[in-house]
Structure formats: C-alpha cells, structure tokens
C-alpha cells in the first residue's frame, strides 16, 4: 500500500447518480478500494470535501447548462486524471435526445417561469468541452470495470477495458445467438461490450447501452433489421436509447427519420 | 464394423463413464443444439433437426427419432479443447520479487467428446498442429487433447451452409476417432453402424452389446453417406484458390464486403479452426497478486493489430482480407492445409450472414490476375 494515498474525488452533471451508485454497489471491493485512496469528494457517500488537486477525478453526468461548462472547466483544473463515466458523461444521455427538439418548448411546458431557466440547446458529453483521459462507457457503468479502472490507475497499468463488439463477450460466454437462433434485432454488433452481454444472456437483444464500439457500422444490420420485419421508425428508436447521440448512433438514427 | 442397436447405446455412454471420461454431446438448448455434459442417451437432440442459412438458425421438429439428424450447431469442441478464458498464472509479491503459480494441468477433465463430426476431427486436427505439433506447444490443449476420447457420428444429412465435401474433410469421418458411428433408420430398424478407430475404441466397445456388421448393412451406410455428399448446402472451388486470393489483392470485393460486414467477430468466435488470443493481465488494488489471462480475440478487433507506433490494419476491409485470406491462402504455406474445413459456421452465425464461399468465388469470377482459377 502506497505511504500516501491518491486523493480521488467524485463530480455530478446532468444524470440520475446510478453510476455513482455503481462504486458503492461495489460492496466488499468497495472497503479495499477506500483502504487503497482517500476519497476527496463523493457527495453520495460522505460529507467530507478535501481540497483539490485530485489524482483522479470521476465525472458523471452531461453538460447541459452554461453554468456546467464553467464548473466542468474548473473541475478539469484540479485533477490529473480525468475520467468519465457513464452514457451522460461520455455521450450527452438520454437526456440528449432533447438534442433533436428545441429546448424552449420544453422549459416552457415544465416550468412556471421558464425565463428562471438558463440552459444550452443541446445535452453534450463532458469530452465536449474538456480533456477525457479515459471514458467509462454504460448506462449504468459496470461496477467491475469502474474498479478496474481506478485499480489500473492506482497500479500504473493499462485498464483491461476492451472496446470491441458485445458478440464476443457473448461467444465467449457460449450464448446462443438470439439474432441468429430468435430472430431477435440485436444492437450486439454495433455495441461496445462491458455489461457481460446481459440483455443477449436473457434472451433480448443488446439495447446498446455501452454505446458505439470501435470501427462501428451500422448501416448493414440496419438493412438486417429491416429484413427481418423491422420498420425504419422502430430502426431509429432502437438507436435513440442512451447512446442516441453517441455519432455513429446520432447518424443511423437520423437516416431512419424518414 | 460392428452393429450396436439403439436401444444399446447408453451402454457406450456408461462405458466412457466408466472409464473416468467426462461425456460431452449434443443437447438442446436455448433454440440451438448445444454442447454439454452428457449422461443418457435421453439428453441426446432426439427427433429433432436444425435449418440453417446465412445469418439464421433454427432447430425443428422431426417426424421420426433420429438422434443425429442434424449438423453442427453454434458451439465447437475448441470451446473445451481451447477454452474461451483461461488462467495462465498467478503470481503473489514474496520479498523483492515474486512467486509464481502456473495454471494447473494435473487436474483437468478428462474428455470424451460425442458426436463429432467429420469437419470436426480435420478441425481438430488442425489446431494440434498449431497447438502441440510445431516447436512451441501449449500445455494446457496438449494435456486436454491427449487425453480426450472422441467418438465421431457420420452426417447422414448435411446442413444448409456446410461444404466439407469441397474441403475434403466429410461428411464421412476417416481418421482420427477412436469409434465412428453412423445412425441408421430404416425398414423399422434403427441401429448404429459403429467402425473402431484406436485401440482405445476397441476397447470401449467390448463393454457394449454388439454384432459384426453384415455386408448388406455397410453397402446401405456407403449409400446413406453418398446421398448425403451429394446434397451439400454450400460449394466452394479450391482449385488454385490459394493462389487466386494472393493475386487479388486489391480486389474491389474487398471493399464491397466491407459494407456489409460489422466488424463484430462473431465469423471467427464460431470457427472451429480460428485459434487466435490475448492476455490481459489484473492485479488486485494493492498491487500483489497479479493474474494473467488468456481470452480469445480475433483478427476483427482493433487492439488485435495495435503495435508499438500504429495499427496495422484500421478498416474492416483490411480485416475480413485478412481473415479469409489467412483462412484459404496463407494458412497452406502456414501449416500445410487450409484453415477452413468447411462447417459452415460463420456463414450461419453472421448477424448479417456473409458467406465466405460466394465472397471467394465472386473474387475468383472477377478476378483481376490473368491466371483465372
Ligand atoms: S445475441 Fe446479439 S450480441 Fe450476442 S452474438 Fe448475437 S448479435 Fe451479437
Ligand atoms: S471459416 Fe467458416 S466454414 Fe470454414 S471452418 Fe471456419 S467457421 Fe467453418
Ligand atoms: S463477416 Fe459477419 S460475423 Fe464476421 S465480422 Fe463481418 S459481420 Fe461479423
């Protein structure tokens, strides 16, 4: 155990705090990770503020005000790593599908006053406006590889976090495939693993939850999709979830608009 | 060759049970014939078939009681010869430097594989070579495989995407079994023709009721077979094909492929042959026990092709020319044979279901070499 031990500390955006929740859920790891880091701020789970700087700094949560932006400047300022985690935090959330309405009417059918409410046209990931040393992806995150994270930071060793397909995962779990076996539309393919393949293990098809994966093409599962009975409209919902505006995503959705 | 009735069978199932074998077979299971422990003759896909096309899958009622009227379903047996996640070592921090606790190989299972199929063996086959043939060997499959004990069953009728006839590697099981069976079902018989492969088969089956086999019996099993051969679902035409690959580099199909292809691996998760890994290496937080891993990877992954300075190969057409090319091309200079035997996998299993036998032969049909096939 190092003499002194990395400050870590805990921000929040625009989100429901399920990520967060995600470290805590982490239960008996969660003990080894407090013995191992001294944590600077964690609004969910202690009072206690230390002050910055920070060895790492875990940002949850989209941009969505002006006031965000100058907070999340700020926040870049006192941590030497930075990572985000989350679908908010690192693709604007399901709160991003504002994205494609104006956000006007919104604030006008909600709140008494809407002139009180200051905020940006659009729901945008943390790496919008400031460096991201590494995104967390998931909605929620994977509590196993949070830890693995802040464990192969801790230890000055590259993340085991691979950004391949949720098809691996699945084979490598020996499921059978529900799009192949079920006729099932998955979003497996186009998906970057990290859940364990849950929803596919369960008999549904991926929601695409850990958004794009590397190299990511969705334009022919898309026509998969469509052959096996889909409509163009259900198309485009499927890829306006979490992710809808992670870009490969954004785009496939927008080319079933119509 | 024998005759073991069906109503005998279970008795080759007690016998490997007898011999300390952990029985692996066919069975239902989500929608798919599977591969899982095996302990009766009951567990067996009995009456049931499988449909299989590019990019689909289903299993199907039969009207008779067939055990083995079917072909290779998402699972291979590489997945227990070559298993998906492995522990290579563990080591704990002692003093200054580290002690290290290599995986065990003592105590692994002891295999009997049931059902393999013909494209199977030579699937097998090739991964001994890759595995425990060359200069390097791996512990692990050499102990699993030497070990393992494999009954072969004859395809007596072939799937929608398989092609082993054109591989030359089925869908008759000539070597490397220790018993091969082939089911037959007619004039209200239904029996096994059984042929002894090793000692070890010979062995096996002095502890199940058997007859020798008369000659009618086998000329009827040489018919069954033949007529199975003669409606493969798929074709490919090796001849040259080698060659052909190499000289179409820079095809346009390639491009075309790159289109329609995800990218997502499934091709070579589900190929038998397709051998490919990586090591991860964890650590607990304190950093003194350190763990590595073996998982499989595959040459779709961009990690896979990421070295010190870039990334050999950063399209998906550059991927899949990889993969079928090493598959039909560089692995005869690699290992002396082909690297597909024909099973039909990865046409079946592709989420958009592209076919590695008509991406081969529309290259060859335009080929831009001037020596055309
Ligand atoms: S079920 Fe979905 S994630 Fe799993 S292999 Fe099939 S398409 Fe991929
Ligand atoms: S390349 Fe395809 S058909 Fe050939 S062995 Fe592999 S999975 Fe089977
Ligand atoms: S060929 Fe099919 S299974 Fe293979 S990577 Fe491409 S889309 Fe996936």
């Known amino acids: ?79 030497k790593v930075l990572i985000t985690i989350g679908a908010c935090a690192t693709a604007g959330g399901i709160q991003a599908l504002r994205n494609w309405k104006d956000v006007k009417d919104f604030t006008r059918l909600v709140y008494a006053s809407p002139e009180y409410i200051s905020t940006l046209d659009r729901s945008m990931p943390v790496g919008s406006y400031v460096h991201v040393d590494f995104e967390l992806r998931g909605c929620p995150i994977n509590k196993n590889q949070l830890l693995e994270v802040v464990n192969a930071a801790l230890n000055k060793r590259k993340p085991n976090i ?45 929601y695409g939850c850990f958004g794009p ?22 198309i485009m919902l499927m890829y306006r979830g979490f992710n809808a505006y992670a870009e490969a995503f954004r785009k496939e959705s927008e080319a079933h608009e119509k | 060759m024998f005759i073991v009735e069906l109503s005998d069978l279970q008795g080759l199932i007690t016998a490997l049970q007898g011999n300390g074998y952990a029985v692996i077979g066919p069975t239902v299971r989500d929608g798919a014939i599977t591969f899982d422990t095996l302990n009766s003759v009951d567990e067996l896909p ?42 290579l070592f563990a080591a704990q921090k002692a003093g200054k430097g580290f002690e290290v606790d290599p995986a065990p190989t003592g105590t692994l299972p002891r295999y009997a594989f049931f059902g393999v199929r013909s494209c199977e063996l030579a699937a097998i086959a090739i991964q001994d070579k890759i595995f425990m043939d060359g200069k390097y060997t791996d512990k692990h499959y ?125 091709c070579t998760m589900v190929c038998p042959t397709c051998f490919c890994s990586t090591v991860e290496d964890v650590t607990d937080l304190t950093g003194d026990h350190a763990e590595r891993w073996r998982r499989w990877d595959s040459c779709f992954t961009t990690d896979f092709t990421k070295v010190a300075g870039g990334n050999m190969r950063m399209s998906t057409r550059t991927r899949y020319r990889q993969w079928m090319t090493h598959k039909l091309s560089n692995w005869v200079e690699q ?35 001037t020596l055309n096939g």
């Open chain 1, 1 to 79: 155990m190092p003499a002194k031990r990395p400050k870590v500390a805990v921000f929040k955006f625009a989100s429901c705090d399920g990520c967060q929740l995600s470290l805590l859920d982490a239960e008996d790891a969660l003990l080894a990770v407090a013995g191992a880091v001294e944590i600077a701020n964690f609004a969910e789970a202690s009072r206690r503020v230390v002050k910055p700087p920070y060895d790492i700094v875990l940002v949850e949560g989209s941009i969505t005000t002006p006031h965000d932006v100058e907070r999340i400047r700020e926040i870049r300022k006192m941590g």
């Open chain 1, 162 to 206: 691979p950004t391949h397909s949720v098809c691996m995962e699945c084979k490598l779990r020996g499921n059978v495939c529900v799009m192949v076996a079920k006729q099932i539309p998955c979003l497996g393919p186009v998906t970057q693993v990290g859940c364990g393949a849950i929803c596919p293990s369960y008999n549904r098809g991926c």
């Open chain 1, 213 to 234: 994966m590397e190299n990511t093409n969705p334009p022919p599962l898309s026509r998969q999709f469509r052959a096996m009975g889909k409509e163009r409209h259900d």
């Open chain 2, 46 to 87: 009995r009456g049931w078939t499988d449909v299989q096309e590019a990019g689909s899958y289903g299993i199907r009622r039969r009207e008779d009681d067939a055990l083995f009227a079917y072909n290779v379903g998402p699972h291979s047996w590489k997945k227990f010869l070559f298993p998906s996640r492995l522990r």
């Open chain 2, 142 to 266: 050499k102990t699993l495989r030497k070990s393992a004990c494999i009954i072969a069953v004859n395809c007596v009728r072939v799937g929608g995407t398989c092609f082993c006839d054109s591989m030359n590697t089925g869908p008759r099981a000539k070597a490397g079994f220790d018993l091969a069976l082939t089911e037959v079902m007619a004039d209200g018989k239904h029996h096994f023709l059984v042929e002894v492969g090793s000692p070890l088969g010979k062995s096996l089956l002095q502890k199940v009721t058997h007859r020798e086999a008369q000659d009618a019996e086998k000329v009827q099993v040489d018919r069954i077979l033949k007529a199975a051969e003669d409606k493969m679902g798929r074709t490919l035409d090796t001849q040259k094909l080698p060659r052909v690959l190499q000289d179409n580099f820079e095809h346009p199909r390639w491009e075309d492929i790159a289109k329609r292809c995800l990218s997502c691996a499934n």
């Open chain 2, 335 to 369: 290992f002396g044979t082909m690297g597909c035997v024909g099973c039909g996998r990865c046409i079946t299993w592709c989420p958009v279901g592209i076919d590695i036998t008509a991406e081969a032969t529309a290259i060859r049909e335009n080929s831009m070499s």
